[in-house]
């Protein structure tokens, strides 16, 4: 199963009597267990594109289809609940909570879940083993490292075993170093906990690393590049 299928989604915005198009007559398939990076010129779409895919904005027109859900039949309440349940968020500026450790950052979501204490002990404990930080589980974000920031934000992101991650230009904030790193865990974060990746970003370092491509110019997809012999499951 496709975890986002998009057919002829339109999004405008309005800025007084001026109509923005953002993004026109989207028709767009993400792949199972892949990277897929949204790639396009500053203003083209991409965030509108990632936020549609998000569930955080409504189109104005088309259909959204996230892990089967018809999600704009959704009420704003149900969708809040779908979205904590089946997605994961990755930032640019990591918006961690800067008051909680980096333990209790990534605990937060299941909190929220309401997973029982135990379990969700030892979920959080192996997240931070797996993003290498079990050593700086009690720091605070800002006695962390941007990349050590980031990898914090990943392991949050995946805390809820969501199905998909988003991340809108998740190394922007990041040296080219760094960058690479937090690329190289977020694909072995993909294969071990087989869940598709969407990244909207400007990093030729992300762009390499993707499954599937797709430019759009104009709020319009102007290609979409698939590498045959991908990391996941072909759907
Ligand atoms: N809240 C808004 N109100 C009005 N216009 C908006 C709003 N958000 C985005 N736009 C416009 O919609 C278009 C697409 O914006 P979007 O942020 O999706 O592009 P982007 O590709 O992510 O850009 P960048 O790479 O610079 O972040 C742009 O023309 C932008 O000016």
Aim: one cysteine or more.
């Amino acid at each position: 199963m496709h975890p986002v299928i998009l057919r002829n989604v339109s999004r405008t915005y309005r800025l007084g009597s001026v109509d923005v198009p953002a993004l026109s007559d989207i028709h767009l398939e993400i792949r199972a267990n892949c990277f897929t990076v949204i790639c396009g010129p500053s203003g083209s779409g991409k965030t509108t594109l990632l936020n549609v895919v998000g569930c955080i904005d409504r189109p104005d027109h088309g259909e959204v289809l996230v892990a089967g859900q018809n999600v704009l039949a959704l009420s704003d309440d149900a969708l809040s609940d779908f979205r904590a349940r089946n997605l994961g968020f990755i930032f640019q500026n990591f918006n961690l909570l800067q008051v909680l450790t980096a333990y209790e950052n990534v605990e937060y979501p299941l909190l929220l879940s309401g997973m029982p204490a135990p379990q969700r002990h030892e979920r959080v404990r192996s997240l931070l083993d797996a993003v290498g930080l079990s050593d700086k589980a009690r720091n605070r974000p800002g006695q962390l490292s941007g990349g050590q920031r980031q990898r914090v934000a990943i392991a949050r992101a995946l805390a809820p075993a969501p199905t998909l991650v988003l991340a809108d230009e998740p190394t922007a904030n990041l040296d080219s170093h760094t960058g690479a790193g937090i690329i190289a865990l977020m694909r072995q974060m993909q294969r071990e906990h087989h869940v598709s990746f969407v990244f909207s970003s400007h990093d030729p370092q992300v762009q390499a690393a993707a499954d599937d491509t797709v430019t759009i110019c104009d709020g319009r997809i102007t290609s979409i590049e698939r590498l045959a012999e991908s990391s996941g499951v072909l759907a």
